[in-house]
């Protein structure tokens, strides 16, 4: 085992709440297994370059010269690890992914047209525009007959006829875990393209993947190019989401220029010393990515193992990519608000299923980024109280 790996396993529930992040602060008396953030701290040269901004006293609006490293390390990371080759320039600064994808329902949406949604989903895709008064269709994803969670083709391609819309692929999925194939993103290509449809692709979570191959949608061929706004971070992959950074990425020069022209006060929100730190994950953040994902692919397979072994009736896939995992528990209960239910009576803070759209009601999401022992009183617990209520 890594000398990272063990002290990972060594972790405490006690130092991850002093910690004070939200997962583990919110629900005070639960595991917190819910919000996407990691328990591993954070990558050295991180650590390094927030210190720097620190040491420079870089603290004050941020100069053009720190966007543009940013805009160069986003295209040189996504070239080295994805085969993607964007433009430096093409690529915009914001703080936020959920910012980027108000801008593109905004923004890249007429106002008239629906945002089509394949679920379940993460839930801000669904609150955010409801708050504005933009209409949501929501598209549930289905099981094929080996139990892989597939787009819902035609179900999306009928959302998307008549009005056309902005289609939301979240890739890697989130919760599902899916990485999609070429084949099946060549599928919803030709479904965006036959609609007219404009495409959001939520690419967060793509650097942390098993070996298989994330492919960003925008890179598969002409017209994905032409009709994708693409949005990334490194705020999941490194675990730096309270440093406020993320970009949008334009694969042509209209939208990239529609960007430039929103303005400063309509695109910001980046903080120096997030851009710091994101350049130093995308540049010299590799090492220690290598070990997280090779952790995370232990307890992904661990999750799977316990859950085939222990808790018989319950539908689980390892997620192909990510650490978020979603079990379907609907034949062991009746409940359908599962996360109040493991919050109260196995003092585990999961995301609900009742809260990712339309059929999610039955299962929930569980976060793995955790130490392993941690894990396992987490499933220890979970698998007590459904075990009761069978
Ligand atoms: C798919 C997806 N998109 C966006 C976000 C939010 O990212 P941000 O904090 O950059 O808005 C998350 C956070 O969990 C996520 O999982």
Redesign the pocket.
Known sequence: MSTLAAQWDALTIDELRARGSTKWTMFPDAIGAW??EMDFGIAPPVADAIRATADRLETGYMPKALARDLGEASAAFLKRSFAWEVKADHVGLLG????A?ELAFTYWRKPDQPIVLPTPA?P?FMSLPARQGVEVIQVPCQRDENGVWRLDEAGIEAALAERGGLLVL?SPH?PLGRLYSRAELERVAAIATRTGARVFA?E??APLNFGGQHIPYASLNAQTAAHTITAI?A??AWNI?GLAC?QMVFSNDADAETFVGLGHHTTRGASNVGVRASIAAYNDGGDWLAEVTTYLDGNRKHLAQRIERELPGAVHRAPEATYLAWIDVSQLTNRRDLAPMLREEAKVAVTGGEDCGLEGAGSFRLNLATPRPILDEALDRIFGVLHKRR
């Open positions: 919000v996407a936020d992914v959920l910012r994808y993460y801000p979240c989130n939520d967060i979570h971070s705020s999941k989401p993320a």
